[in-house]
């Protein structure tokens, strides 16, 4: 595990059910917005961009992938020559859940500090979601948190993180399924 590929493998690895439910709440958006509406002042509380279904089919989609990645992690390991974790039923769904959580946490920051639905945020918009998976990964399954996630693991995750999320976001702007490119 010591080896680069051996640490960035493992850090894509442990961090694609954080990764895919914001892509897949973009796929899915739409109908009720979590706020219902209602407004802070005279902004909204989150805004229209944060909806029950796209939240709901984000945690899915990830809760799904990381079952299906402890179904694969043998075959994968072996080809890759790496010793990939496993996924404990606490992290396949606390992954996915905070992933969504810091996205819904910095559309009420965004609200708050004056940017309209859409608006970038740099920095926040990029590391939300990564940071808010990884506090509640380490709140629900403390003992494989710690084991898997090494210091190199985290490094890798917050260099890696804003290049796949704009890059991920830029390919669904082009392709007509995001109304910004961040
Ligand atoms: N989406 C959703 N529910 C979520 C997150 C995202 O339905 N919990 C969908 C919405 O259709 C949203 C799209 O995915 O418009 C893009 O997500 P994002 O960029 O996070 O939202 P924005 O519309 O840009 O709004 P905000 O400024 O609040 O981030
Ligand atoms: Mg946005």
Redesign the pocket.
């Known amino acids: 595990m010591s080896s680069v590929l051996g640490v960035v493998a493992t850090a894509i690895w442990l961090m694609l059910p954080a990764y895919i439910p ?1 892509n897949a ?2 796929l ?3 109908g009720r917005p ?1 706020d219902g509406g209602r407004t802070w002042g005279d902004r909204r509380v ?6 029950w ?3 709901a089919v ?1 945690i899915a989609a990830g809760a799904a992938l990381a079952v299906g990645l402890n179904l694969i992690v043998d075959p994968v390991g072996t080809a890759l020559g790496v010793d990939l974790p496993t996924f404990p039923t606490a992290a396949v769904l606390a992954l996915p859940t905070g992933a ?1 959580l810091g ?2 946490l ?2 009420f920051l ?2 708050r500090t004056g ?5 970038a945020f740099p920095g926040v918009d990029q590391l939300d979601f990564v940071v808010v998976s990884l506090v509640l990964a380490a709140v629900a399954a403390p003992g494989w948190f710690f084991e898997q996630f090494t210091l190199a693991v985290l490094v890798v995750i917050l260099l890696l993180t804003p290049a796949l999320h704009l890059g991920t976001n830029w390919i669904a702007f082009q392709l007509g399924l ?3 490119p961040w």
Not at 46 to 51: A, C, E, P, S, V
């Open positions: 914001n709440a973009v899915a958006g739409g979590i989150l805004g229209d961009g944060k909806t279904r796209g939240t984000g969504l996205d819904i910095a559309s965004k609200r940017r309209e639905r859409g608006a995001k109304n910004e």
